[in-house]
């Protein structure tokens, strides 16, 4: 082999792993489907306005301000995409002055890619947990490719769970089938594991203690858990997920001791589940998803709520209550949601319309009390942690004056995906757990301030945008601005923008490079950069 070649080879045989470890598969390039608001949203987004407001009036809270446009496309991007937005697209996103632009941004983020892979791997952490489950017959990326393809493709969110709970086929050929298949423990499938999954995903609640004893606290008795397992009794993995009509369902009976044969039965609303031509699964399927069950469309409200402020509006978002007499804002937001067809897309812009989204994080009330008042009413958007993902992918992003998607040069995307996965690992993955209040550590603060990646993603080389700040900015003005663009979506306080300027003196060259990598380290490592608002 010619020497002179050998390095060019390695560079594209690395190219060659990224790809295949960004797609893991080949992948559906069919176009995104269109979206357009078949109703106006400004009915269903009244209802929300209209009852938090009473909310505030009843408790004397005065909301905050309207938060900057800016400041809101930073937030939805993060919700939306799991990262700050680029330069780029802050400039295209000033440029637009046209009525309400967040509305209609959030209308183009819902159509881009990026979207639908994102929001697939938050709701697949739900759907299938987050370890890596059992070797062979769990494939997480090909079920995370078929979930980014209905999210793609705008499939209506109720068919979405029909699929997955009623689904039949090879893991790889069906990949919705790893949604039974993660559940598979060497030669046995743990129903009840399935049960408690699926209750907590569809409907938001707790069955977990029904396992083994009568809910302590909540309605559940025992046989109703039974009940639910049992509709998964029948389901065998070997070549596939198929239904083995010989197969029964068992559980242990605490007096005797003895296994008792257990029927797949439904703890409320048995006349939901369709009688006739259905198997086991499909009848539950039918059953979480039914038009009347309220549960499952205040779940899917609660998660989406959680996904887009960092909080869920009812905690713990997979133990929630049964549903309040009197109508929240969960109701109002899924009841729309019903009315048009199960669409998430349209719940995201529901929920980005809101009063309550779009407000600042500030507030002029100092009394602790008198703030934990405001945040938990949704008077002032909530402060809370970027999840790893976030935190990395924000890094990634502003380490690059482009956005980074699908159409990003190839070493683009596989630097982020490994450097993404890493980072997580290292930082601490929160496994299915995403939406729980949590505190930053030392490690964490540790692994920003002098981990690898961070010193990788700031310095400087031919594509990142540090280097195109440091050589291609006019002015030490622009430079600075820049950096701020980047890494928090915004502009430089006056006072922020004389400290930086005075750093970078008359430095050019090398110098000015520096300098500029120092400005990344700082806000890679300020407190606004690891939070959400």
Not at 397 to 418: C, E, T, W
Request: glycine share 4%; net charge negative; proline share 5%.
């Amino acid at each position: 082999m010619n020497r002179s070649l050998a390095p060019f080879l390695v560079v594209c045989g690395i190219a060659l792993l990224c790809g295949w470890a960004v797609s893991g598969h080949k992948r559906d390039h069919a176009p995104a489907a269109d979206f357009r608001a078949t109703e106006d949203l400004a009915p269903a987004v009244k209802l929300v306005d209209d009852h938090l407001a009473q909310e505030w009036r009843d408790n004397k809270l005065t909301p905050a301000e309207m938060a900057p446009d800016l400041q809101v496309l930073r937030r939805l991007m993060l919700s939306l995409m799991g990262t700050v937005p680029s330069v780029e697209e802050v400039r295209q996103f000033e440029a637009d002055n046209q009525p309400d632009r967040v509305g209609r941004w959030t209308q183009m983020l819902l159509n881009d890619r990026r979207y639908a892979d994102y929001i697939a791997q938050r709701l697949s952490r739900c759907f299938v947990g987050a370890d890596d489950g059992q070797f062979i017959v769990f494939r997480r990326d090909r079920f995370n490719a078929w979930l980014s393809e209905q999210l793609h493709n705008s499939t209506p969110y109720d068919e979405i769970v029909r699929k997955m709970v009623a689904s039949k086929g090879l893991w790889t050929g069906q990949p919705e089938s790893n949604f039974i298949t993660a559940a598979q423990a060497n030669d046995d499938l743990d129903e009840n594991k399935l049960a408690t999954r699926s209750v907590r995903a569809f409907l938001g609640q707790s069955m977990d203690c029904a396992q083994c004893h009568d809910h302590f606290f909540a309605e559940w008795k025992q046989h109703q858990f039974a009940g639910i397992a049992s509709h998964f009794g029948k389901t065998k993995v070997a070549l596939g997920v198929f239904e083995d009509k010989e197969k029964v369902f068992k559980v242990q009976n605490r007096k005797t001791l003895e296994d008792e044969v257990v029927e797949p039965a439904v703890p409320f609303h048995s006349d939901w589940v369709p009688q006739e031509g259905k198997e086991p699964r499909q009848q539950l399927a039918e059953w979480f998803t039914h038009p009347e069950n309220r549960r499952f469309e205040r779940a899917i409200a609660n998660r989406m709520w959680g996904l887009m402020f960092g909080k869920p509006f009812i905690a713990p978002v997979d133990d929630m209550p049964n549903p309040p007499e009197k109508p929240d804002v969960l109701d109002l937001i899924g009841r729309d949601f019903r009315q048009h067809n199960c669409d998430l897309r349209r719940m995201v812009q529901v929920i980005v319309s809101t009063r309550a989204f779009r407000q600042a994080s500030d507030h002029s009330a100092t009394d602790p009390e008198e703030v934990d008042r405001l945040t938990n009413q949704w008077a002032v958007f909530p402060l809370t942690r970027l999840r790893p993902e976030q935190v990395i992918g924000s890094m990634l992003q502003a380490s690059y004056i482009q956005k980074i998607d699908q159409n990003s040069h190839l070493f683009v995307r596989g630097n982020r995906f490994f450097r993404e996965r890493d980072f997580v690992q290292a930082y601490g993955d929160l496994g299915d757990q995403e939406l729980v209040d949590r505190a930053g550590t030392i490690p964490q603060a540790l692994l920003r301030m002098n981990g690898e990646m961070t010193r990788d993603t700031i310095k400087i080389d031919p594509l990142s945008s540090a280097n195109r700040i440091s050589n291609q900015c006019d002015t030490n003005k622009d430079v600075v601005e820049l950096c701020y663009l980047a890494c928090l979506a915004r502009r430089p306080t006056a006072e922020e923008e004389a400290h930086f300027l005075d750093e970078l003196g008359d430095r050019k060259g090398d110098a000015r490079e520096v300098i500029v990598e120092d400005i990344f380290w700082t806000l890679f490592n300020s407190p606004e950069f690891s939070w959400n608002h």
